[in-house]
T-cell receptor, first 114, second 111 residues
Framework: GAVVSQHPSWVICKSGTSVKIECRSL??????MFWYRQFPKQSLMLMAT?????????EQGVEKDKFLINHASLTLSTLTVTSAHPEDSSFYIC??????????FGPGTRLTVT | SQKIEQNSEALNIQEGKTATLTCNYT??????LQWYRQDPGRGPVFLLL?????KEKRKERLKVTFDTTLKQSLFHITASQPADSATYLC??????????FGKGTRLHILP
């Protein structure tokens, strides 16, 4: 149980375009979903927290107009990187939790912006 | 500010021995602490959670201790195997629903 999927697993896009990443909880309803970014050999850095049906809460320094998060249902959250630039290239990971403390992570999405 | 430190970036352990990883935290007192495993190019996988009133927690070959006086958690893998090679992340709560991740320790189990 507690499986989280992400789609796509990797994506290459051109600078200036937008790309959408989906995060789904497959066998449970997620009251809260989180989006992280991880650069090589670095720790996971929380970008934003989203609760179903409400606006996401962004961490300091994360541009909410650039990283659009939509948590449309209890099993789906999306992250859209708008007007992507090469410095946005990173490993994006989502996680989901129910009412317990543990977060269950997706397999991650590798974004490369050329 | 809250700070998480994990010992050494990489740890080499001979197969069959016990691997011990350290997590130190400063400037706060977490009510619990989680440990995750992360393989290259993958998301973290939850391993164990230990609460402040628990001194020790075990799961199969894994053992976690939590010393609130020393502000330290130790993560042990006994009878280590090459398949245990991965990065292990210490993750105390960061307020609200958040988790703060340490940089992790890359563990290599040598055959």
């Amino acid at each position: 149980g507690a499986v989280v999927s992400q789609h796509p697993s990797w994506v290459i896009c051109k600078s200036g375009t937008s790309v959408k990443i989906e995060c789904r909880s497959l066998d449970f309803q997620a009251t809260t979903m989180f989006w992280y970014r991880q650069f090589p050999k670095q720790s996971l850095m929380l970008m934003a927290t989203s609760n179903e049906g409400s606006k996401a809460t962004y961490e300091q320094g994360v541009e909410k107009d650039k990283f659009l998060i939509n948590h449309a249902s209890l099993t789906l959250s999306t992250l859209t990187v708008t007007s992507a630039h090469p410095e946005d290239s990173s490993f994006y990971i989502c996680s989901a939790r129910t009412t317990t403390t543990e977060q269950y992570f997706g397999p991650g999405t590798r974004l490369t912006v050329t | 500010s809250q700070k998480i430190e994990q010992n050494s970036e990489a740890l080499n352990i001979q197969e069959g021995k016990t691997a011990t990883l350290t997590c130190n935290y400063t400037n706060y007192s977490p009510a619990y602490l989680q440990w995750y495993r992360q393989d290259p190019g993958r998301g973290p996988v939850f391993l164990l959670l230990i609460r402040e009133n628990e001194k020790e927690k075990r799961k199969e070959r894994l053992k976690v201790t939590f010393d609130t006086t020393l502000k330290q958690s130790l993560f042990h893998i006994t009878a280590s195997q090459p398949a245990d090679s991965a990065t292990y992340l210490c993750a105390p709560p960061g307020g609200g629903d958040k988790i703060i991740f340490g940089k992790g320790t890359r563990l290599h189990i040598l055959p």
